[in-house]
């Protein structure tokens, strides 16, 4: 038997071993986890562990050390404050992905509006649903092409108690009924296929390909969003659409000639340039 502390300074040194970065960090979640406590209070236990979280332990470190997700072993993720679950079939909520939101609360500082909302390829929904939890009143629609994922968004929807204000829907974006919507929200896949590949055997490998290949340059999910947004969003509409480091200029190239003007690019809190605020012309 071991204590809290012992077992977590052996977990981070097996993670550390197996080039973890994070590794002190993800000891403690997953110890958290086990013991079904917040993971700030987990370095200050002093108890023992039971064989059996003990055993639980260890054996969420071990995956861990062939570098699946926290949040596949955990099978949840904060994100806006808010926590979703997810698992192996949709992409990880990630805080870089909160400026998406962010970005949408300034440009629509009226939290009682009674906005539409669409999310494309919503995976967990943790983008629509952070969205409709600031709007009390906005109704939203998130598909996605993956059943999978789709199955996590709808436990979210349920998790959050926002049957009533959401629907999510396996579709394909091209399928989308010709309605238009106030917020447009999408963080489509967006990173190169070759870079992909040389992730291969770190975490990002366990997430679904299609939430990440965005083929060879990494843009076609945006020459495809390119001829849909002017049809989706209303004359007042904005859509805020995540990027990768460096894509900015190439998407503005891509989206002009479609007749969408981009009003801003916004920051992470990295100070990477991470969401495109996108609006029609005229
Ligand atoms: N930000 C993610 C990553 O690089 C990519 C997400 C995406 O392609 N939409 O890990």
């Given at each position: 038997m071991s204590s809290v502390a012992e077992a977590l300074k052996r977990g981070a040194a097996r993670l550390s071993a197996a080039g973890i970065e994070s590794a002190r960090l993800d000891a403690r979640v997953l110890m958290a986890h086990v013991l079904g406590m917040p993971s700030n209070e987990v370095a200050l236990s002093r108890r023992q562990l039971t064989p059996e979280q003990q055993g639980a332990f260890e054996a969420l470190v071990e995956r861990r050390a062939g570098h699946e997700p926290v949040a596949y072993l955990t099978g949840e993720k904060e994100f806006y404050g808010l926590t979703f679950d997810v698992g192996p079939g949709a992409l990880v909520p990630r805080p870089e992905s909160e400026t998406l939101i962010d970005e949408a609360c300034r440009e629509f500082p009226d939290r009682d509006a009674a906005l539409t909302v669409l999310d494309l390829g919503?995976?967990?929904?943790c983008l629509l649903l952070s969205f409709l939890m600031a709007y009390p009143k906005a109704r939203g629609l998130g598909i996605d092409s993956s059943a999978e994922a789709l199955d996590w968004a709808a436990r979210n929807v349920r998790c959050h108690g926002l049957e009533a204000h959401s629907e999510v829907a396996r579709c394909d974006w091209q399928e989308l009924p010709p309605r238009q919507y106030d917020v447009v929200l999408a963080n489509p896949p967006y990173v190169a296929t070759s870079d992909l590949e040389a992730a291969q055997?770190?975490?990002?490998?366990?997430?679904p390909r299609a939430a990440l290949d965005g083929g060879p340059d990494g843009l076609d999910a945006y020459r495809g969003l390119a001829p849909l947004l002017p049809r989706l969003l209303s004359p007042a509409g904005r859509a805020f659409l995540e990027i990768g480091r460096g894509q900015g200029p190439s998407i503005v190239k891509i989206f002009e000639p479609e007749g969408l003007s981009m009003l801003r690019i916004a920051d992470d809190l990295a100070g990477i340039p991470r969401c495109l605020v996108v609006r029609r012309q005229g």
């Amino acid at each position: 038997m071991s204590s809290v502390a012992e077992a977590l300074k052996r977990g981070a040194a097996r993670l550390s071993a197996a080039g973890i970065e994070s590794a002190r960090l993800d000891a403690r979640v997953l110890m958290a986890h086990v013991l079904g406590m917040p993971s700030n209070e987990v370095a200050l236990s002093r108890r023992q562990l039971t064989p059996e979280q003990q055993g639980a332990f260890e054996a969420l470190v071990e995956r861990r050390a062939g570098h699946e997700p926290v949040a596949y072993l955990t099978g949840e993720k904060e994100f806006y404050g808010l926590t979703f679950d997810v698992g192996p079939g949709a992409l990880v909520p990630r805080p870089e992905s909160e400026t998406l939101i962010d970005e949408a609360c300034r440009e629509f500082p009226d939290r009682d509006a009674a906005l539409t909302v669409l999310d494309l390829g919503t995976g967990t929904g943790c983008l629509l649903l952070s969205f409709l939890m600031a709007y009390p009143k906005a109704r939203g629609l998130g598909i996605d092409s993956s059943a999978e994922a789709l199955d996590w968004a709808a436990r979210n929807v349920r998790c959050h108690g926002l049957e009533a204000h959401s629907e999510v829907a396996r579709c394909d974006w091209q399928e989308l009924p010709p309605r238009q919507y106030d917020v447009v929200l999408a963080n489509p896949p967006y990173v190169a296929t070759s870079d992909l590949e040389a992730a291969q055997g770190q975490s990002l490998a366990f997430e679904p390909r299609a939430a990440l290949d965005g083929g060879p340059d990494g843009l076609d999910a945006y020459r495809g969003l390119a001829p849909l947004l002017p049809r989706l969003l209303s004359p007042a509409g904005r859509a805020f659409l995540e990027i990768g480091r460096g894509q900015g200029p190439s998407i503005v190239k891509i989206f002009e000639p479609e007749g969408l003007s981009m009003l801003r690019i916004a920051d992470d809190l990295a100070g990477i340039p991470r969401c495109l605020v996108v609006r029609r012309q005229g």
